[in-house]
């Protein structure tokens, strides 16, 4: 893989992997995995496997970052050492900051963070194995992981990513067509509402190429949404199913 | 002016509860006319309001609750406890001595200790507030036996049943005095460990069958089968 290829899709319109151009890499999400935490999720999308817990409402500690209105959303985005080829050292690095502050600020919108004044919700992501769009992944479970928490929420957040490569317009990029293709564009959206809260472009994209990018990603995400809403059904929905089996 | 769910229907965040004419109730918030969901429960609709039963929430202070919280800091006029909320309550140290509070006479630790237990009331809590806890009723104080056990603090309502009846039937069945912390704690005591087990094992099964019709009936007999179990084990 660490040899670029000369062509990232074929004469037949298949990309590396063998998708289609607006095809999604599979998807498995899960919900409740960590007993510790207070909501936790887990999402394996396509070669990403990505952990994501979240800690509060609880007390501000350091108390003086606490906000006398409001509930302050903390991110902590991470790669785990093994997560790529080459070990990554574990201290955070400057992308790693980045994108902690990109995913929070893509989640608080979703959050009602005035309920609940002077106190705090911690949201970790560990990122175990990475395969290109773990931002866009990392986002989908961070906001399972919150409801999960039973914190009040506007709308689950879900994103995905389109992008260019070998000049077509393509959903939900990984690794290598991220590495060598012309652009990527990251969507995080509330379907609910119809609300973009996470929006980005790396590359060169002609202005009709990006509407089309950010079209598809949407369409994306909402296909995402539905395996998302399972997810979380699928958790609470066990007990309801012991149930009526005793009945 | 529909309504989008059937009765007790499981509903994600952010999901359309009503259009039009509708209230939006607990757990759910209402935008351009509409209603949705904001945690994850069951919908009703009562009487235009729309509800939503949360199977996972935290507690949240309101004056006037029971709860039952651990001491986590002496301080220097009171203790700050943790009462499974948001927000740490405090319990001042005048509200615990019958007699006025003097630093210079009084030692706040041998009174209450750090994990201690405590059975209180809300006196007080706004946003800007941290709760205040008292102890000054009968009833209310430092914990001295039995047995404490978690749930979550929306399943509360469901532990005490229509008009108190399904813990009226734990309490008469097992023999055991049972404490209801709204924060979702609940303090067993009984004459007997194994009679504070049942009771325990009975609130255990509320928990995970809280959003069931006839539940009453089916603990009743739970609790009559553990018994006569438990006779048997006993007699062999």
């Known amino acids: ?247 | 002016m529909p309504t989008f769910f059937e009765n007790k229907q499981l509903v994600t965040p952010g999901e359309l509860l009503a259009e039009g004419d509708y209230l939006a109730g607990t757990n759910t918030y209402a935008e351009d006319n509409k209603i949705y969901a904001s945690r994850i429960g069951l919908a009703d609709c009562d009487n235009k309001r729309v509800n939503v039963v949360a199977l996972k929430a935290f507690y949240y202070p309101k004056i006037g609750d029971v709860v039952i919280g651990t001491v986590i800091e002496v301080g220097f006029n009171g203790w700050t406890v943790d009462i499974k909320s948001p927000y740490t309550a405090l319990l001042r140290a005048s509200d615990v001595l019958s007699r006025p509070f003097k630093p210079q006479n009084d030692e706040l630790s041998q009174v209450l200790n750090g994990g201690d237990l405590i059975v209180a009331k809300i006196a007080s809590y706004d946003r800007a507030h941290d709760p205040q806890l008292t102890v000054g009723e009968p009833g209310l104080g430092k914990i001295t036996r039995g047995q404490i056990m978690k749930v979550t603090p929306s399943k509360i309502p469901r532990v005490i049943g229509r008009k108190g009846s399904m813990i009226s039937t734990i309490k008469q069945e097992t023999g055991c005095q049972i404490i209801l912390g709204l924060n979702g704690v609940i303090l067993v005591t009984g004459k007997t460990l194994e009679d504070e087990d049942l009771a325990m094992a009975a609130i255990k099964k509320i928990e995970e069958e809280s959003h069931t019709s006839g539940l009453t009936d089916r603990i009743t007999k739970f609790l009559k089968e553990e018994k006569a179990k438990r006779e048997e084990n006993k007699n062999e």
């Open chain 1, 1 to 247: 893989m660490n040899e670029k290829p000369e062509k990232l899709i074929d004469k037949k319109g298949c990309r590396l992997d063998g998708r289609k151009a607006d095809e999604l890499r599979p998807i498995k999400i899960e919900v409740g995995i960590l007993s510790n935490a207070d909501g936790s999720a887990y999402i394996e999308h396509g070669k990403n496997k990505i952990l994501a817990a979240a800690f509060g409402p609880r007390e501000m500690h350091p108390k003086h970052l606490s906000l006398p209105d409001r509930m302050v959303l903390r991110c902590r985005y991470h790669m785990a050492p093994f997560s790529v080829q080459e070990r990554k050292s574990p201290a955070p690095s400057r992308r790693e900051i980045e994108l902690s502050k990109v995913i929070r600020e893509s989640l608080e919108p979703s959050v009602f963070v005035e309920y609940y004044p002077r106190t705090g919700v911690d949201v970790f992501i560990e990122v175990l194995q990475a395969d290109g769009g773990t931002r866009c992944a990392a986002i989908t479970a961070a906001s399972l992981a919150l409801a999960d928490a039973g914190i009040p929420m506007r709308d689950l957040v879900v994103a995905c990513a389109a992008g260019k490569v070998d000049d077509t317009v393509v959903l939900d990029l990984f690794d290598t067509e991220d590495k060598v293709g012309t652009a990527d564009v990251p969507v995080a959206f509330m379907p609910n509402l119809n609300a973009v809260t996470l929006l980005q472009m790396d590359g060169n994209l002609a202005p009709e190429e990006f509407e089309k990018a950010l079209n598809m990603a949407i369409e994306g995400c909402r296909k995402i949404y539905e395996m998302q809403k399972e997810a979380l059904k699928t958790k609470y929905m066990l007990v309801k199913q012991e149930e009526e089996v005793e009945e």
